[in-house]
């Protein structure tokens, strides 16, 4: 971008528009790092003073955000989902004009004597169907999804795609989503293996959303534990 002093805008303003422009293009992609304050210098060639500003800006506006230590980067952006058990990832994140994709990372068959099972009445039986999934925004991975289900009824997941919407798939099962129970938001740190999945570093901040799905017949779908990145995910509630 050329830097002019005829124009009427004020030098860090110019600078200001020309990153956000880099960033709406996808030039500068989020979680990426921006040049450095010296390279920015070189490139606009212009005071550091006015590069503060542009930067100071940005992040008051939510462009970016800066690491102690390590640089500043394009912010994340965050997938607003409403707290509502039909309302799904890829629902969330095409609201969100995002692109959603999934990527399955275990898909196994529990039994009395495995590890790993969960405690529920409805699934009381030999076999559960254990299915992991990293859902990604547009290519940015944002949550690990632990669903189990009653092997029984839907042991047909152990072939089906599952690169997409789940409930669609289900849907097309004839499975209609009726209601969930029990279902809560906690509070935790991620661990070694949910860090390597989500691209995050060990501790980072996460939530976890339980829930127990159930179809219009009140049979159970799922047991789920959707462990999801809080820097890049807000729910919301509106009381209508």
């Known amino acids: 971008m050329s830097i002019t002093m005829d124009d009427a805008s004020p030098l860090f303003e ?3 528009e020309d990153i956000k422009s880099k960033i709406q293009r996808g030039i500068y992609s989020p979680g990426a790092k921006i040049p450095t304050e010296v390279e920015l210098i070189a490139e606009y060639d212009v005071s550091r003073i006015t ?5 100071e800006e940005l992040c008051k506006e939510g462009y970016l955000e800066k ?23 890829s629902n969330s994140c095409e609201a969100n004009g995002m ?5 399955v990372t275990q898909r196994t068959v529990l039994t009395k004597t ?8 409805d699934l009381d039986q030999e076999a559960i169907l254990f299915l992991q999934r990293v859902r990604l925004a547009d290519n940015i991975p944002v949550m690990l999804e632990n669903n189990y289900f009653p092997y029984n009824s839907y042991s047909y997941l152990l072939t089906e795609d599952l690169d997409g919407s789940l409930y669609k798939l289900l849907a097309s099962h004839n499975t209609q989503i009726g209601c969930s129970h029990n279902s809560y938001i906690d509070a935790l740190k991620a661990d070694q293996k949910q860090a390597q999945l989500l691209n995050i570093s060990v501790g980072d901040p996460l939530f976890l959303l339980y829930t127990e799905l159930y179809d219009t017949h009140n049979h159970l779908i799922y047991v789920g534990k959707e462990y999801i990145v809080a820097s890049r995910y807000r729910f919301n509630y509106e009381n209508t």
């Open 14 to 16: 110019q600078i200001k």
């Open 51 to 55: 590069i503060r500003r542009a930067v």
């Open 67 to 89: 690491n102690q230590g390590r640089g500043t980067y394009v912010k994340n952006k965050k997938i607003f989902r409403k707290i509502e058990h039909n309302i799904n990832f």
């Open 99 to 103: 692109v959603p994709s999934a990527l």
């Open 114 to 121: 495995s590890p790993g099972r969960v405690d529920h009445p």
